[in-house]
């Protein structure tokens, strides 16, 4: 990488006690975009990670990890330092999904998240609610049973 791109990458990122917060252009999700060459847009966070680290491992994706402290996307904090662990890890796209999906302990509804209540898909790791699929199947039996009636 040339030193020009590198530099005009760090003037966009300010580093606070507890991050490194991205202040250049951020997309619609929260992540920081950064342009590359012929207008070639990369998110901030993955560049910082392959600029410090080195290349994503192959299967893997970026995680920040909100029990480093660190909830924001526009973070490019990819380096432990003297305030703190790193707050970006590579990890498998079901882990992240996870760690995603653990910080709400209820559902919409209000039922929690235990392990009586609680449905894990295998494939992907997202968890379903029984208690309110026990309602919606309630609801669409009634339904039916209803139409079944005015027919």
């Known amino acids: 990488m040339n030193e020009t791109l590198i530099k005009r ?8 006690p507890t991050c490194w917060v991205w202040t250049g252009t951020v997309g619609r999700y929260g992540y920081g975009h950064f ?3 012929n207008r070639t847009l990369v998110l901030a966070h993955r560049f910082a990670y392959e600029l410090l680290v080195g290349p994503i491992p192959e299967g893997l994706t970026l995680d920040h990890v909100s029990t480093s402290g660190c909830t924001s996307k526009a973070c490019v904090k990819v380096l432990g330092d003297e305030h703190g662990p790193a707050h970006l890890e590579a990890v498998t796209t ?3 999904t996870r760690r995603y999906w653990a910080v709400y302990d209820t559902c919409r509804q209000g039922h ?3 392990e009586a209540n609680t449905y ?8 379903k ?3 309110c699929d ?4 309630v609801l669409r039996l009634a339904r039916r049973r209803a139409a079944r009636g005015a027919a």
């Open 94 to 96: 079901q882990e992240n």
């Open 120 to 127: 894990r898909y295998p494939s992907h790791g997202k968890r």
């Open 35 to 37: 342009y590359v060459g």
């Open 112 to 114: 929690r998240y235990d």
């Open 134 to 137: 026990r309602e919606r199947k």
């Open 9 to 16: 990458f760090w003037a966009r990122v300010r580093k606070t």
């Open 129 to 131: 609610c029984r208690a």
